[in-house]
Structures are given as structure tokens and as C-alpha cells.
Nanobody, 123 residues
């Protein structure tokens, strides 16, 4: 059974920092593309930062220079370091991982979402 679990959310004052962790577990052969997304109340889910298997990254314009995505392939883990947080960063943050997993029928690719972690930035 494959799981993708986020952690590290919480309440922080504006200007503060948080580090989110996304850990994948199970019969994982490789983590391909993986990203962080966020959804504020009443809004759509938007991409925040992504990283591919080669380590190339992309960021939303609103977080460039403040957020950093990184990955530890040995631990099947991706991090999102968030600095200089603003009230508008308040949202539920989700991890989405494109994984190649081992199945009875051989390697298969699937996309998994975590359950989300709440980030609240007070002014």
C-alpha cells in the first residue's frame, strides 16, 4: 500500500518560517514529478512548487524567492521550506507525487495526493 503523507503545517506569524515534509512510503520504485499545491477557502487548488526527477524546479510567481522545494531520494521525501510567510499564504497545502510502484503486473505509474496540512499565517 502506497501512502503520501504531509506534515509540518501550523500557525505562524507573518514573516516567520515553516518547513513542510511530504513522505512517500510503500512499494515505490521511483519518485518522478512531485509538487506542492495549496487551496485557500473558496479558491481553487493552485501549484506552489514542483520538482522533477532530475531536480529541476518551478515556482509560482507569488512564492519565488521565499519558498524552496527540495527532495531526498533516499528517504522518498520532499520538503518545502517557506520563509517570509505572508497572511495570503494561508491555505491547506497538499503534496502530489507521480510514483512508479511495484505491482503484481510489473512497474506501474500512478499519481497520489496526500491528505493536506493546514498553514495559517497571522498578521
Amino acid at each position: 500500500q502506497v501512502q503520501v503523507v504531509e506534515s509540518g503545517g501550523g500557525l505562524v506569524q507573518a514573516g516567520g518560517s515553516l518547513r513542510l515534509t511530504c513522505a512517500a512510503s510503500g512499494s515505490i520504485l521511483s519518485i518522478n514529478h512531485i509538487g506542492w499545491y495549496r487551496q485557500a477557502p473558496g479558491a481553487q487548488r493552485d501549484s506552489v512548487a514542483t520538482i522533477n526527477s532530475g531536480g529541476s524546479t518551478n515556482y509560482a510567481d507569488s512564492v519565488k524567492g521565499r519558498f524552496t522545494i527540495s527532495r531526498d531520494n533516499a528517504k522518498n521525501t520532499v520538503y518545502l521550506q517557506m520563509n517570509s510567510l505572508k497572511p495570503e499564504d494561508t491555505a491547506v497545502y497538499y503534496c502530489n507525487a507521480d510514483l512508479t510502484i511495484s505491482t503484481t503486473w510489473g512497474p506501474k505509474g500512478y499519481s497520489y495526493w496526500g491528505q493536506g496540512t493546514q498553514v495559517t499565517v497571522s498578521s
